[in-house]
């Protein structure tokens, strides 16, 4: 999948769009690659002289991969948006930095309502580096505002 499908479907931009590329999907799985450079912004200061991509930035990566496996989901509802509501059992295996590019897997495990619920991986060279569980609500858009509700 190209970089302008995966931005049609979810809203991330650079510098925080955390997906490279696409490169299996299904129904309720995704894999998709993420390369890391030194140009980072939250590498810049974590830590100098010895950087390391932030935990929160990989749990994000995870994140972004669900979103975009929930897109098809989603295509119902146009303006839906996947809101991340909780994670779980996050457990941090190896140290990610500048120069790798992992693999990040993402499975929908079950959905009840708008709630769903995923498990998220990274893998460096074929290796856990990384792995939590997740959930999120897809949020329909705010409708517009009527012309006597922008008069108040």
Known sequence: MSIEAIEQAIPHRPPMRLIDEICEQSETTIVCKKS???????????????PIVPGVIQCECCLQAGAVLLHQQMDSAPGSVPVATRMDSVKFKRMIRPGDTVEIHVTLNDQLSNA????GKMLL???MAMRLDFAVSVSAPEPPATSEETQR
Do not use: I, M, R
Request: charged share 20%; glycine share 14%.
């Open 116 to 119: 769903y619920y995923l498990t």
């Open 36 to 50: 890391f450079s030194a140009d980072e912004f939250f590498v810049q200061g974590h830590f100098p002289g010895q």
């Open 125 to 127: 060279e074929g290796k």
